[in-house]
């Protein structure tokens, strides 16, 4: 069992890596990208891999002893989960409309941009409370 609890704190912290990383890599991608509209397709193609992983890690983790030890990791894969599957196609409708349930593309984006940073900092908290003995 000792195996697989370090193999899985493996991936927990591979996961919250990726997540951090999707930051700077975004930033970087649309500073090296001149069409704005292509980088932010590609950035979203990066977000989505990055909610799968968080969905399959959560998965995984629902099928572990010591599973309630994993909340914050949960939350974050339901934010993970809320920004692709909710928020995203709202977004999609304000890009093309101007504005969608009274706010603008812009507005909407900050609120994805916030439930990111939240899922972000809710894998530091995994991480940070887990004990590594």
Not at 14 to 27: C, F, I
Not at 65 to 70: C, E, H, N, V, Y
Not at 77 to 98: I, Q
């Amino acid at each position: 069992m000792t195996v697989i609890r370090n193999a899985f704190r493996v991936l927990e912290v591979l996961w919250a890596g990726s997540l951090w990383s999707l930051v700077w890599v975004t930033q970087t991608l649309f500073g090296a990208q001149g069409d704005r509209h292509l980088a932010g397709v590609l950035a979203g193609r990066l977000f989505t891999v990055e909610t799968y992983l968080g969905v399959a890690v959560a998965v995984v983790a629902l099928l572990l002893p010591g599973r309630s030890k994993f909340l914050w990791g949960y939350l974050a894969a339901a934010l993970l989960a809320l920004n692709e599957w909710a928020l995203r196609p709202v977004m999609a409708v304000a890009r093309t409309r101007g504005a969608a349930w009274g706010l603008t593309f812009g507005a909407w984006h900050g609120v994805s941009m916030a439930l990111y940073v939240l899922a972000c900092l809710g894998v530091v908290l995994l991480i940070w409370n887990e004990d590594s003995r």
